[in-house]
RNA sequence: GCCGCGGUGGCGGAAUUGGCAGACGCACACGACUCAAAAUCGUGCGGAGUAAUCCAUGAGAGUUCGAUUCUCUCCCGCGGCACCA
């Protein structure tokens, strides 16, 4: 034994190389390359301040043996490494420590960094990123601007999610079940300054392109399933129909129009408003007002004055002229109207051609805005029409003036001069939009809820009866936090609100109008339709607050047993089912069919004028006999069923209810004679009354619905009560009834807009300046990037203002636009946006001129493989494909997507089989392991711990197994390359195994290679060399599919198995072992480093080329033959692997072991299944 | 509730166009070496049974010559979404 393979010292020999590799530069990616390229990621960590554990760097291991192996197989390899710098883990971790965020940021960098080298990572520090960095967040600022001045950066006000301990706005990703993701306290709404980033302009491209195709039709995106199928869940798309539902006050009102220059009561909208008001029900006087051509003021409101009646019930609508018309009586008048509406009001003598027209000097253009508000309760709407630019000014000013809602609205012909002007018929008769993916239910919606927030319920409030009741709701539904509001189980609460009635738009029904908490302001229109039959939720609130429910959708099924017949006709006939239970026997009463074989429950047609509940019961007094019964419940709606009626020869459409009772006694009446013939009483067991054993189609529902609480039916069916549609398929209704209904079919998204400003020191400082004159300014492009200005106080403020805004410095700047005084934004970036594009960087980490160079781009794009956690797949990943698809849109990246392949890590758990960390104390510092047992015991241990993406709990004293391998490797070379000597006990020992070896040589034990080190005998063909490079093949082979395929447990495992085997070889060669070490390299580097040296090699094994293999070497030539017996494995043989079929099963049945079980009896057929078995099937196996 | 994934020895886990279940490793037991221990090497190791053999991949059914693998029903665990209309 030489000294240097005295032992292996791992502390040494690992330290040592790192300085080597560091020295020579060996894994700088220099690009200057003609190789193909292969971009390998991990996501990079955040630092928390928190230390490693073993379960850290176990994705990083993964991407190191992924490019070594990639890079030995002749690939320019990039595999950087960064770090996330800013956001609240680093900025909590300095509030805690007292150390600014700048010095504990970089001191972490420094120790994350040593703890990373310790493991002997390939990255090319070179290229390391930190978003933190200015040179670096120079770039995610430049983003945002681009952002900002395409209009994806928008201030809001709206009330988002704060979290009252880190003391800043959250996005919705931020959240875990309505509690901050960070420190779990839950959130509250805070109505505050953001800024805001469109996402959902990507909604749509987002999703689709999870799915792109490549030009083979194969999934553009490599990524797990169930990552996908997150971020599907978190967009949240879903198609249905907007619907409005116009609102009526309970009190009938009356309406006066008022016609235009040149107008009449018979012209325009106006014949078809009035009937469409009359319709509901309202009074309507339309003056035909004189002079119409020539119009004078004086002489119209004057016989409006006298002819029209006007009341505290009066709505007045004026169109065009008309509406000065309006304006004029009003104000003449001497007592409270209802409303009025002004529908292009002719407003102003200076608008388009009024010159030349008559009426423009003998109007008068002033106006009492005071005292027509006054007379009106401030209920004025003026309508605009969209297509009339000039118009809007003027009518901008009106309504500012009358303080009256301006609706801005397109008209169906300019200037609303369309026979039929639905926007108006909205504007007197106000609407509701709802919004449903169920439209085919809506001849079933019998209210409608509307969420408490909704804008409406204001609006709307002055009318209703009960507004103390409704406002005392409002502010208790504000007072919810997330997680109360969203708690399914806790009852569905509302209140009516009174006064108002919504009119269904497919039948013309009144209903009721409620407000709840069930309804989310910001989903759809923040209102629905309620169809309790048809909805889980609407059912509930119904069932709570005695609300009607209707059934209109019904289950449908078609007895394929006994299915509807061509060439019969079809009756549709209304029947019911009676479930009979009866308690005393633990029985269903079911009748057994004398002339056919049927079992049925007792049944029959429903009479004129019965209902379902009398038709059952005198069905069984009629076919049993029996009167004694409690009745339970009806089973829901009815059902149809479709089947072939044997008995009547005709096919029936049956729609059937079904009633269930218990029976009291068996208390009985006499049965006709009739009856009597034609079917038995059976009693069934429950278990024998189930569909398979009986003969009614529709059972399965009633069964269901004896179970259950609810009776709602949520699935797709015929539809029933529903005018012209009953009959047609619930399914496929649906665009049908939207168009009926005039709705339009939408597409929604769960997806909200990323709130993307935090009132926090640690980030990337917004590049804006507000500005007292021109608004909001982008900080010019050539200034970036604004720096974080150093301060001594960085504590979060909580009032929702950053700690920046005391600044008073750095704050006040000059405006960029008109040198004016102007204020910077004081919010920051949150943590995602430095992490939402770093993976551009690495490619370009130095460039001054641009985020990333086109060319370099366009080479290593796209990401090959993105390593990390499973914890991303709706945050960063949304994100940075978010980021990623903007950037293509303005040319800074070639294509959709950036990570083609995704790998997720399983975690390391505690040996608690908790969560690794702090909290619970069951943290494994992988420094201990390393010294204890070496980076690449522990490389090799993490990655045979089991399947990579899957989590495994660590288990201490499994290591050894890693370490074990390690080291037995390490003693194969030093028996390769040296002389044995007597004392060496490992493998020379004589082989006491009573096993064969797998070729069944027979060995001589104490037989080594050559003598005298570097003095290496040529391969002789002997049956030990055949056997050695067999393994070898084998292993290459699988070695090289496994880790492709990140299935590093199983190649460990056959290295393992190889190891096994090479050990019991005699003439391993010094070749053989440097394939080993070859395919062992990108585990273990450090330790296959050193004996690839050792064996005189130059170069590091790390950039030597990956072994090939031989197909034809890497099969075994012969195989052992399982033998069954009917399926049973009763023997196995020895044969070639290309013995002929024939052969195979001659030589199976000539086996000793095998004749004693086929001897005597009859084969029925041999089954040969080619190198695995031989099946002989008999017929009178016992 | 909806969607996705999974359930195999004492433990981590192998095994897929359906073909010998338990590879490899840990733990354990015995043996060799040693004065002894550790390390190392060898042998055994799902359960029952002296054995032949039988039973066994969450439970039950089905398809098949043959099922851990395919189909159906159910149970349990994990993950995602969740009063999203």
């Known amino acids: 034994m030489t000294e240097k393979h005295k032992k292996y010292d791992h502390i040494k020999i690992e330290k040592k190389w790192r300085k080597k590799w560091a020295r020579s530069k060996t894994y700088r990616t220099n690009e200057d390359s003609k190789k193909p390229k292969y971009y390998v990621l991990d996501m990079f960590p955040y630092l928390s301040g928190e230390g490693l554990h073993v379960g850290h760097p176990k994705g990083y291991i993964a991407t190191d043996i992924v490019s070594r192996y990639k890079r030995m197989n002749g690939y320019l390899v990039l595999h950087p490494m960064g770090f996330d710098a800013f956001g609240l883990p680093a900025e909590n971790y300095a509030l805690k420590t007292k150390i600014h965020p700048e010095k504990a940021v970089r001191d972490n960098v420094a120790r994350f960094k040593e703890q990373l080298e310790m493991f002997g990572f390939d990255y090319d520090w070179s290229r390391e990123v930190n978003t933190s960095d200015p040179a670096y967040y120079k770039w995610t600022q430049w983003i945002f601007l681009q952002m900002f001045k395409k209009g994806l950066a928008y201030q809001s006000y709206e009330p988002i999610n704060w979290c009252p301990s880190c003391k800043t706005g959250l996005a919705n990703e931020d959240l875990e079940g309505g509690r901050c993701e960070r420190c779990g306290t839950p959130v509250e709404k805070k109505p505050m300054r953001q800024w805001m980033l469109k996402i959902t302009d990507y909604a749509d491209r987002l999703l689709s392109d999870l799915d792109l195709k490549d030009s083979t039709g194969k999934a553009?995106?490599?990524?797990?399933?169930?990552?996908?199928?997150?971020?599907?869940?978190?967009?949240?798309?879903?198609?249905?129909?907007?619907?409005?539902?116009?609102?009526?006050?309970?009190?009938?009102?009356?309406?006066?129009?008022?016609?235009?220059?040149?107008?009449?009561?018979?012209?325009?909208?106006?014949?078809?408003?009035?009937?469409?008001?009359?319709?509901?029900?309202?009074?309507?006087?339309?003056?035909?007002?004189?002079?119409?051509?020539h119009p004078r003021e004086s002489e119209q409101v004057e016989y409006v004055l006298k002819n029209c009646?006007?009341?505290?019930?009066?709505?007045?609508?004026?169109?065009?002229?008309?509406?000065?018309?309006?304006?004029?009586?009003?104000?003449?008048?001497?007592?409270?109207?209802?409303?009025?509406?002004?529908?292009?009001?002719?407003?102003?003598?200076?608008?388009?051609?009024?010159?030349?027209?008559?009426?423009?000097?003998?109007?008068?253009?002033?106006?009492?805005?005071?005292?027509?508000?006054?007379?009106?309760?401030?209920?004025?709407?003026?309508?605009?029409?969209?297509?009339?630019?000039?118009?809007?000014?003027?009518?901008?000013?009106?309504?500012?003036?009358?303080?009256?809602?301006?609706?801005?609205?397109?008209?169906?012909?300019?200037?609303?001069?369309?026979?039929?002007?639905?926007?108006?018929?909205?504007?007197?008769?106000?609407?509701?939009?709802?919004?449903?993916?169920?439209?085919?239910?809506?001849?079933?919606?019998?209210?409608?809820?509307?969420?408490?927030?909704?804008?409406?319920?204001?609006?709307?409030?002055?009318?209703?009866?009960?507004?103390?009741?409704?406002?005392?709701?409002?502010?208790?539904?504000?007072?919810?936090?997330?997680?109360?509001?969203?708690?399914?189980?806790?009852?569905?609460?509302?209140?009516?609100?009174?006064?108002?009635?919504?009119?269904?738009?497919?039948?013309?029904?009144?209903?009721?109008?409620?407000?709840?908490?069930?309804?989310?302001?910001?989903?759809?229109?923040?209102?629905?339709?309620?169809?309790?039959?048809?909805?889980?939720?609407?059912?509930?609130?119904?069932?709570?607050?005695?609300?009607?429910?209707?059934?209109?959708?019904?289950?449908?099924?078609?007895?394929?047993?006994?299915?509807?017949?061509?060439?019969?006709?079809?009756?549709?006939?209304?029947?019911?089912?009676?479930?009979?239970?009866?308690?005393?026997?633990?029985?269903?009463?079911?009748?057994?069919?004398?002339?056919?074989?049927?079992?049925?429950?007792?049944?029959?047609?429903?009479?004129?004028?019965?209902?379902?509940?009398?038709?059952?019961?005198?069905?069984?007094?009629?076919?049993?006999?029996?009167?004694?019964?409690?009745?339970?419940?009806?089973?829901?709606?009815?059902?149809?069923?479709?089947?072939?009626?044997?008995?009547?020869?005709?096919?029936?459409?049956?729609?059937?209810?079904?009633?269930?009772?218990?029976?009291?006694?068996?208390?009985?009446?006499?049965?006709?004679?009739?009856?009597?013939?034609?079917?038995?009483?059976?009693?069934?067991?429950?278990?024998?009354?189930?569909?398979?054993?009986?003969?009614?189609?529709?059972?399965?529902?009633?069964?269901?619905?004896?179970?259950?609480?609810?009776?709602?039916?949520?699935?797709?069916?015929?539809?029933?009560?529903?005018?012209?549609?009953?009959?047609?398929?619930?399914?496929?209704?649906?665009?049908?009834?939207?168009?009926?209904?005039?709705?339009?079919?939408?597409?929604?998204?769960?997806?909200?807009?990323?709130?993307?400003?935090?009132?926090?020191?640690?980030?990337?400082?917004?590049?804006?300046?507000?500005?007292?004159?021109?608004?909001?300014?982008p900080v010019p492009e050539k200034n970036l990037p604004v720096k974080l200005p150093k301060v001594k106080h960085y504590e979060p403020t909580g009032t929702g203002e950053s700690p920046l805004a005391a600044m008073d410095k750095w704050v006040n700047v000059k405006c960029p636009k008109c040198g004016g005084s102007g204020k910077r934004e004081t919010n920051t970036m949150p943590q995602w946006a430095g992490s939402s594009w770093y993976y551009l960087r690495y490619i370009d980490p130095k460039n001054?001129?641009?985020?990333?160079?086109?060319?370099?781009?366009?080479?290593?794009?796209?990401?090959?493989?993105?390593?990390?956690?499973?914890?991303?797949?709706?945050?960063?990943?949304?994100?940075?494909?978010?980021?990623?698809?903007?950037?293509?849109?303005?040319?800074?990246?070639?294509?959709?997507?950036?990570?083609?392949?995704?790998?997720?890590?399983?975690?390391?758990?505690?040996?608690?089989?908790?969560?690794?960390?702090?909290?619970?104390?069951?943290?494994?510092?992988?420094?201990?392991?390393?010294?204890?047992?070496?980076?690449?015991?522990?490389?090799?241990?993490?990655?045979?711990?089991?399947?990579?993406?899957?989590?495994?709990?660590?288990?201490d004293s499994s290591i050894v197994g890693s370490r074990r391998f390690v080291e037995r490797v390490w003693r194969l070379g030093s028996v390769v390359s040296t002389t044995p000597s007597p004392q060496m006990k490992y493998s020379l020992m004589p082989q006491t195994s009573t096993k064969p070896f797998p070729l069944g040589e027979t060995r001589s034990p104490f037989v080594r290679l050559s003598a005298k080190s570097g003095d290496w005998l040529p391969p002789a063909e002997t049956a030990d060399v055949k056997f050695v490079q067999k393994i070898l093949h084998k292993t290459i082979k699988k070695v090289s599919e496994d880790i492709q395929a990140m299935r590093f447990n199983t190649a460990i495992s056959s290295m393992m198995i190889s190891l096994n085997q090479l050990e019991k070889s005699q003439s391993l060669t010094r070749k053989e072992y440097e394939i080993f070490l070859k395919l062992l390299a990108p585990f273990a580097p450090h330790i296959t480093e050193e004996l690839w040296i050792s064996l005189g090699n130059k170069d590091s094994v790390h950039v030597s080329a990956w072994p090939e293999y031989e197909p034809i070497l890497a099969v075994d030539e012969e195989m052992m033959i399982a033998v069954q017996v009917n399926g049973k494995v009763r023997g196995s043989f020895k044969a070639m692997t290309d013995t002929n079929q024939d052969q195979l099963k001659e030589s199976a049945q000539q086996l000793p072991e095998i004749s004693k079980w086929i001897s005597g009896k009859t084969i029925v057929k041999v089954i040969v299944i080619p190198k695995r078995l031989v099946n002989i099937v008999i017929s009178d196996y016992n």
């Open 220 to 293: 553009l995106l490599d990524w797990p399933e169930y990552i996908k199928e997150s971020q599907r869940n978190w967009i949240g798309r879903s198609e249905g129909a907007e619907i409005e539902f116009r609102l009526s006050l309970s009190k009938k009102r009356r309406f006066v129009l008022i016609h235009g220059f040149e107008g009449s009561v018979k012209t325009n909208f106006f014949p078809w408003l009035k009937r469409e008001l009359e319709k509901q029900g309202h009074e309507v006087e339309v003056p035909e007002l004189p002079n119409s051509l």
């Open 309 to 777: 009646h006007f009341d505290e019930q009066t709505v007045v609508v004026g169109h065009s002229l008309g509406a000065i018309v309006a304006i004029k009586a009003i104000m003449k008048l001497n007592r409270h109207i209802s409303g009025l509406v002004l529908v292009a009001p002719a407003v102003d003598p200076r608008f388009h051609q009024a010159d030349s027209r008559p009426f423009s000097k003998d109007f008068n253009w002033d106006f009492d805005y005071g005292r027509v508000q006054t007379l009106t309760d401030g209920k004025i709407a003026v309508l605009s029409d969209t297509q009339e630019k000039f118009r809007m000014p003027y009518l901008k000013n009106l309504s500012q003036q009358l303080s009256a809602r301006l609706v801005e609205t397109k008209s169906s012909e300019e200037h609303f001069c369309a026979e039929e002007e639905p926007e108006i018929l909205k504007a007197v008769t106000p609407s509701i939009a709802v919004f449903t993916t169920r439209p085919d239910t809506i001849f079933g919606a019998t209210y409608l809820v509307l969420a408490p927030e909704h804008p409406w319920v204001q609006i709307i409030l002055p009318y209703l009866e009960n507004k103390e009741e409704i406002k005392g709701y409002i502010s208790l539904a504000k007072n919810q936090t997330d997680i109360e509001r969203s708690d399914v189980s806790k009852e569905k609460t509302g209140v009516e609100l009174k006064g108002i009635k919504a009119i269904n738009p497919a039948n013309n029904e009144e209903i009721p109008v409620w407000i709840a908490d069930y309804v989310l302001p910001d989903y759809g229109t923040g209102a629905i339709m309620a169809v309790p039959a048809h909805d889980h939720r609407d059912w509930e609130f119904a069932k709570k607050y005695h609300l009607p429910i209707k059934d209109v959708v019904i289950p449908t099924v078609t007895d394929h047993t006994n299915p509807p017949r061509a060439d019969k006709t079809t009756k549709t006939r209304r029947n019911v089912h009676a479930i009979v239970y009866n308690p005393a026997r633990k029985a269903y009463l079911t009748l057994k069919w004398k002339k056919f074989p049927w079992n049925t429950v007792v049944l029959g047609g429903i009479e004129d004028g019965e209902t379902a509940l009398e038709a059952a019961i005198r069905e069984i007094r009629e076919e049993t006999g029996f009167v004694d019964l409690e009745f339970k419940k009806i089973l829901g709606g009815p059902v149809e069923a479709k089947y072939f009626a044997t008995h009547k020869d005709e096919n029936r459409t049956a729609i059937t209810t079904g009633v269930y009772f218990e029976m009291k006694s068996e208390k009985k009446v006499d049965v006709s004679e009739e009856e009597r013939k034609a079917y038995d009483i059976v009693w069934k067991d429950p278990k024998d009354f189930i569909p398979e054993k009986m003969t009614n189609s529709e059972l399965p529902f009633w069964l269901e619905r004896i179970a259950k609480e609810n009776q709602d039916f949520t699935g797709n069916g015929i539809l029933i009560d529903s005018m012209d549609f009953n009959g047609k398929d619930s399914q496929f209704a649906r665009k049908d009834i939207t168009k009926f209904v005039s709705g339009h079919w939408v597409t929604k998204y769960k997806l909200r807009d990323w709130v993307f400003s935090r009132q926090r020191y640690w980030g990337e400082p917004i590049p804006l300046i507000h500005c007292e004159k021109c608004g909001i300014v």
């Open 848 to 955: 001054k001129k641009r985020p990333v160079d086109s060319a370099k781009e366009k080479y290593w794009s796209p990401i090959d493989l993105y390593v990390g956690g499973a914890e991303h797949a709706t945050r960063h990943l949304i994100y940075a494909r978010f980021w990623h698809k903007f950037l293509l849109d303005i040319g800074v990246v070639s294509l959709p997507e950036p990570f083609k392949k995704l790998q997720n890590v399983g975690l390391i758990m505690g040996a608690d089989n908790r969560k690794m960390g702090k909290r619970f104390g069951n943290i494994v510092n992988p420094e201990d392991v390393i010294k204890k047992h070496g980076a690449d015991t522990l490389r090799v241990h993490e990655m045979f711990m089991g399947p990579f993406d899957q989590e495994t709990a660590w288990d």
